[in-house]
């Protein structure tokens, strides 16, 4: 079973950040935050992952709580290409990554 | 870079039939990761190969079955096809120093008749 929780689904105006959310209460010490994010019919795509600090590239920023119990993806100004499902995995370095049913963001014009 | 490949895009196959997917990884990797996702859910995991040998696998049957080449391609095999195992089969690849950083191909459709 995934180790992760969020929302089923959430909207965000385009131009606007999106934020979303991902509880994973029973990290352990070892294990990173990975976000990947899969657009219809096309294959997922990595966007980010950390381990306790927070990080941000050229996709997103991510932030993770100084207990590492929960971390936001940020998508700081949404288009409509950022429309997708969005999965957030906890998993160590064994190259095993277990997917959830993710959040389906939409982003509206 | 082409990126992952994978093919065919598509295929439909009856039950009891064998079918095998093929998948080429990204350039400069050498891990290959197979994932069934059913419609409307997450990918599930297969197994992964690394170095020809399968390194780790999922919850699936002895059914499934897999190779990877010395060029790192790979290959699924599915046996006795159940109407079940109708989805997109996605391929990942990594480099093994790069932990989960998989960079995903865009998959063979797979319907079971």
């Known amino acids: 079973d995934a180790k992760t929780t969020q929302p089923t689904s959430m909207d965000c105006a385009e131009g606007r950040a999106a934020n979303l959310p991902c509880n994973h209460s029973?990290?352990?010490?070892?294990?990173?935050v990975y976000w990947y994010r899969q657009i219809h019919s096309q294959g997922p795509q990595y966007i980010i992952h950390?381990?306790?600090n927070n990080e941000t590239n050229e996709m997103a920023s991510l932030i993770i709580t100084e207990d590492r119990k929960s971390s936001t993806l940020i998508l700081p100004h949404a288009t409509l290409r950022d429309t997708a499902v969005y999965y957030c995995?906890?998993?160590?370095?064994?190259?095993?990554?277990?997917f959830g049913t993710g959040t389906l963001l939409a982003v509206q014009p | 870079d082409a990126g992952v490949t994978q093919s065919p895009t598509h295929l439909i196959k009856t039950r009891g039939q064998q079918v095998t997917l093929r998948c080429s990884p990204k350039?400069?990797?050498?891990?290959v990761s197979w994932y069934q996702q059913a419609l409307g859910q997450g990918p599930q995991f297969i197994f992964q190969?690394?170095?020809?040998?399968?390194?780790q696998r999922g919850n699936f049957p002895d059914r499934f079955s897999g190779h990877q080449f010395p060029n790192y391609s790979s290959e699924l095999n599915v046996n006795a096809l159940l109407l079940g195992d109708s989805a997109l089969y996605l391929c990942?690849?990594?480099?093994?120093?790069?932990?989960?950083?998989?960079?995903f191909g865009p998959g063979t459709r797979l319907t079971v008749l």
């Open positions: 995995i906890v998993g160590g370095a064994t190259n095993k990554l277990i």
């Open positions: 190969y690394y170095e020809e040998e399968e390194r």
């Open positions: 950390g381990l306790k």
């Open positions: 990942a690849s990594s480099r093994t120093s790069s932990y989960n950083e998989q960079f």
């Open positions: 350039s400069g990797h050498d891990t």
């Open positions: 029973t990290i352990s010490g070892n294990e990173y």
